[in-house]
Nanobody
Framework: QGQPVESGGGLVQPGGSLRLSCDVS????????IGWFRQAPGKEREGVFC????????TIAASVKGRFTFSRDNAKRTVYLQMNSLQPEDTAVYYC????????????????RGQGTQVTVSS
């Protein structure tokens, strides 16, 4: 199936924007739930967003609601996480992950995850 591959991280000032990309295999695209989570130093992992392939339902963390949006490009098998109004507390490594059941079951249930991409929000 292959691991997801993230890109698009970097350094941005508070209030700025970044768009993360995640390329996935055809099998993951067709059958797996796809999500994003983040890990900051000294903090627990936090689920950011997930979309279930089973029924299209989505979950989004309260901490990013209204600032982060999710989109997908079917032709490229790529999902995007558009992050606006970034704040220092958004600094973390962001991971794209996939759940083989097609449902967003939670952070510990992902079957595949990428290597992560660093997002740093600092002035």
């Amino acid at each position: 199936q292959g691991q997801p591959v993230e890109s698009g991280g970097g350094l941005v000032q508070p209030g700025g924007s970044l768009r993360l990309s995640c390329d996935v295999s055809s099998r993951i695209w067709d059958y797996y739930a796809i999500g994003w989570f983040r890990q900051a130093p000294g903090k627990e992992r936090e689920g950011v967003f997930c979309v279930a392939s089973a029924d299209g339902s989505t979950t989004i963390a309260a901490s990013v609601k209204g600032r982060f949006t999710f989109s997908r490009d079917n032709a490229k098998r790529t999902v995007y996480l558009q992050m606006n109004s970034l704040q220092p507390e958004d600094t973390a490594v962001y991971y794209c992950a996939a759940d083989s059941t097609g449902w967003c079951r939670g952070l510990n249930e992902y079957d595949y995850r990428g290597q992560g991409t660093q997002v740093t929000v600092s002035s």
